[in-house]
């Protein structure tokens, strides 16, 4: 059986190529759907509109009402950056593409840093910085030419700043990168770019443990013929002879096109991300599988299939990090009416359709204190315990008090949220100093991204996946008891 080529319709190739570009000035936001551990999933948080609440508003809802819990912005504007401090929610920012030629100067990159990101971390949890968005499809020579040497100055801004461990450094790709694609077994980098530029990044991805980004869309890529293998609907499949391999649905192929062009430089052991995907939910009359329907299908197979396990023909038994575009429908963007309706929410934070990423209740797993003017009638939110959602950081049983009080101190100084572990918070019963630490480790250990070493803590933390809340009742009266006793 042949593979057969996709060709992509005139309406889908000109949302996909003549407004690409505003996808530059987009946020994207990892979700983590409730019960996976991992594969998580991502939408564009795009802001091509005259009438989207303030940020402010937005990471609020992110945080309190839905799942999300890692956000990518496709710049570092500081408001933005600042909406998310003390939400835990990962942040990824982006150097925009015309600063490319400038970060492979050092001094340059130290600023940036210094400008963008220094003044808010860990406040703000920065986990990644892109540089650039899908530079090689600009075809700009400077650009292209800078790209793997900017980020390797960006790196290495960050390794003399110690920051290099907790932030990584990577940038996406359109699939225009491959010369070939069909069948996925035949998938080879464009000749030129694939020595020159990207056998050069992926050994600076291998060395820095970050990932290939990637932005397939079937939805770009599909005809009336191939509706349901690209909304991974039940189909006959594509089988590839090469490989003997059989290909349910046109995500799969696209990343198996993308891993087999990888093979043949050798690189098999960097992970794959889906930096960008989606479906619209409407688009110009008569056009085929535009419609909410589709849309939450598309995007609701997407994520269980990403996040399944299962993986791809070529790429067995793993999860993909994946990102939908887009969060809310964007009024303001030109073109097809398919570039306007991506959303997955109205700008008033209602659904445009369910793909199960609402929380049952809005409910925040970290403290987020709203200003006065912020906050509801009634009285200001209750506090939450900052939550890891199945780790959490505790203090050592050997800890010392003033290990402890230091550790307190050092968090609360860095400017994370520690109102509720003050008198009158609500968690400031048990009054002792083992109780406040735990708070205050687990709130910084939520805020960097749950790495382990950020719950070291000069040897006195430890990473648990047993919830210290269920037994808080009878652990802090005795830890009261015993410190009174103690310290009187």
């Known amino acids: 059986m042949a593979t057969p080529h996709f060709p992509t319709s005139p309406i889908s190739a000109l949302c996909r190529h003549g407004y690409r570009r505003l996808r530059h000035y987009s946020f994207c936001i990892y979700l983590l759907p409730r019960g996976m551990v991992e594969g998580n999933i991502g939408v564009n948080y795009g802001t091509v509109a005259n009438d989207l609440p303030p940020p402010s508003e937005v990471a609020r809802f992110l945080l309190e009402s839905t799942t999300i819990n890692r956000v990518r912005m496709f710049d570092a504007d500081p408001e933005m950056i600042q909406a998310f401090a003390h939400t835990g929610i990962a942040v990824t920012v982006t150097v925009p593409n015309e600063l490319i030629p400038r970060l492979t100067k050092l001094s340059f990159a130290q600023q940036w840093l210094k400008t963008n990101i220094q003044p808010y971390v860990p406040a703000t949890n920065v986990i990644r910085i892109l540089v650039g968005n899908e530079v090689l499809s600009t075809a700009n020579k400077l650009l292209i030419a800078g790209l793997v040497p900017a ?56 060395a820095t443990d970050s990932p290939f980004m990637v932005n397939p869309y079937p939805f770009f890529g599909c005809s009336a013929e191939t509706l349901d293998y690209a909304l991974f609907r039940p189909n006959s499949g594509v089988f590839d002879e090469n490989t003997q391999r059989m290909y349910t649905n046109m995500m799969d192929a696209q990343l198996d096109a993308v891993f087999s062009a990888m093979k043949i430089l050798g690189f098999t052991d960097i992970e794959i991300v889906i930096a960008e995907t989606g479906w619209p939910s409407d688009g110009d009359e008569g056009q085929i599988g535009v419609d909410p329907e589709s849309a939450a299908e598309y995007n609701g197979n997407l994520r269980k299939h990403v996040t399944s396990g299962a993986g791809t023909p070529l790429m067995p038994n793993r999860t993909f990090e994946t990102y ?23 700008p008033d934070m209602t659904p445009v359709y369910d793909i199960g990423i609402l929380r049952p209740t809005a409910r925040a797993s970290i403290p987020w204190n709203p200003s006065p003017a912020d906050a509801p009638a009634g009285g200001p939110a209750p506090q939450q315990r900052p939550s890891g959602g199945g780790k959490w950081c505790v203090p050592k049983s050997d800890a010392s008090s003033g290990g402890l009080q230091n550790n307190i101190d050092y968090v609360c100084g860095l400017g994370l949220d520690c109102k509720p572990i003050q008198e009158g918070g609500a968690c400031f019963t048990p009054d002792t100093v083992r109780a406040h630490a735990a708070y205050a480790m687990n709130a910084y250990f939520q805020a960097t991204g749950m790495n382990e070493s950020d719950c070291d803590f000069e040897q006195t933390g430890a990473v648990t996946d047993v919830d210290p809340s269920s037994a808080m009742e009878g652990a802090n009266i005795r830890a009261y008891e015993d410190e009174r006793a103690t310290f009187g």
């Not at 998938?187 to 530029?197: E, L, M, P």
């Not at 939908?324 to 109205?346: H, M, T, W, Y």
């Open 151 to 206: 980020m390797q100055t960006l790196h290495t801004a960050l390794a003399a700043a110690s920051l290099d461990r907790r932030i990584k450094v990577s940038t996406p790709h359109s699939l225009g990168i491959l010369s070939t694609s069909s069948p996925p077994s035949t998938g080879k980098f464009r000749q030129g770019y694939d020595v020159h530029v990207i056998k050069p990044l992926l050994s600076f991805l291998r």
């Open 324 to 346: 939908i575009f887009a969060l809310f429908n964007e009024n303001l963007k030109p073109g097809p009416v398919c570039e306007r309706n991506f959303g997955l929410f109205r």
